[in-house]
């Protein structure tokens, strides 16, 4: 197992900066997320962490060895880095034992090694019996796990993966990325996965990293930063979240769910409510009056959208209820506020 340790990492492409003071390190054996949206440089830090981009200024190690500093750069195929694309990118004219030889060169490996390690692949992705299929015969998700072989194959310290079951149905989307983390956590192998999909990442990851305009803005387990965001955007980043606007006096945070008028010397900020957070209920007693004014049915829950009535706030909210849903556009309901205070001054 390879420790990963990324410090004070800067990339340029052309004049713009990709990665800026980049920093981040991943614990041998564990299988990180790196979470945020399109164009914050996911798929940059990965390349750089292959060594298919030359960074700027920070340093990257693979447990003690230094394989990335100003004066230095290992080269990729130096660096025992698997490396799976979005796009499975097999040869279509090799077969699939063929393809997953193929990062087994012959200075290091003899052809019965090499045979004995493709078989070794196949059967560890369930495909012993398409050994000989061309690319071109497999579906998307048997083209993944030839990928993942074609990775592993080497034994790499670090195994990087990039959006790799973007271009697959919902269904084998989750069946497939629950197949790769149980396969990457039995081999131990430390592993490194870009998405922009946070349930994925939520499920999949023992860690998870936030990015944002080239940084890491938060890293920690899947629960860490799910309940305990330390900014409205890593909130919003891992699930459904409301943003709303409060007041804090003292102790007290006021904000459209709770009652009462906030002190005039209150502090301004915002605070983040999880829809699962908010009740809702036909008792008068049980919280706010508010209108349902939408009802999204997902068959386990299902998100009921409502307006306050009585508060100065004109914003639609969300709870997110599960059993049976018994209500209907138009109803009355009563909603109150049974989370965690998630709150945040004004910057």
């Not at 447990?63 to 660096?79: A, D, E, I, T």
Request: hydrophobic share 40%.
């Amino acid at each position: 197992m390879t420790s990963l340790e990324v410090n004070s990492l800067t990339v340029h492409l052309g004049s713009r900066k990709v990665l800026d003071d980049l920093s981040i390190t991943i614990a041998a054996g564990t299988f990180t997320a790196i979470l945020g949206p399109s164009g914050c440089g996911k798929t940059t830090l990965l390349r750089a962490i292959a060594g298919l981009v030359p960074p700027s200024s920070g340093t990257i190690r693979f447990g003690k060895q230094l394989v990335s500093v100003s004066s230095l750069v290992l080269p990729p195929h130096k660096r025992r880095i698997g490396y799976v694309p979005q796009e499975a990118a097999l040869f279509p004219h090799l077969s699939v034992a063929e393809n997953i030889a193929f990062a087994l060169d012959k200075e290091n490996y003899t052809k019965d090694r090499r045979r004995v390690i493709v078989a070794e692949m196949l059967e560890l992705i369930g495909l012993s019996n398409l050994g000989e299929r061309m690319p071109g015969e497999l579906s998307g998700g048997q083209q993944t796990r030839v990928a993942l072989a074609r990775a592993l194959a080497i034994e790499p310290k670090i195994v990087l993966l990039d959006e790799p079951f973007s271009a697959l149905d919902a269904a084998l989307r989750n069946e497939l990325r629950e197949e790769v983390s149980t396969l990457l956590k039995k081999r131990e192998t430390t592993a490194l996965m870009v998405t922009h999909d946070r349930e994925e990442a939520l499920v999949t990851a023992d860690m998870i990293a936030l990015m944002r305009e080239g940084r890491i803005v938060q890293h920690g387990t899947p629960a860490e930063v799910y309940f305990s965001p330390t900014t409205p955007y890593a909130a919003v980043s891992t699930g459904d979240a409301l943003v709303l606007p409060a007041k804090r006096s003292g102790e007290t945070v006021f904000h459209p769910l709770t009652s009462g008028v906030s002190p005039e010397s209150s502090e301004s900020g915002t605070i983040v409510i999880r829809p699962e957070e908010i009740s809702v209920s036909r008792d008068p007693n049980a919280g706010q009056r508010a209108i349902v004014t939408k009802i999204e049915y997902y068959g386990h829950d299902a998100v009921v959208e409502f307006g306050l009535i009585e508060s100065a706030y004109l914003g639609t909210l969300k709870a997110r209820i599960s059993g049976n849903i018994e209500f209907h556009l138009g109803q009355s309901i009563y909603v109150d506020h049974v989370g965690p205070i998630r709150w945040f001054a004004n910057s």
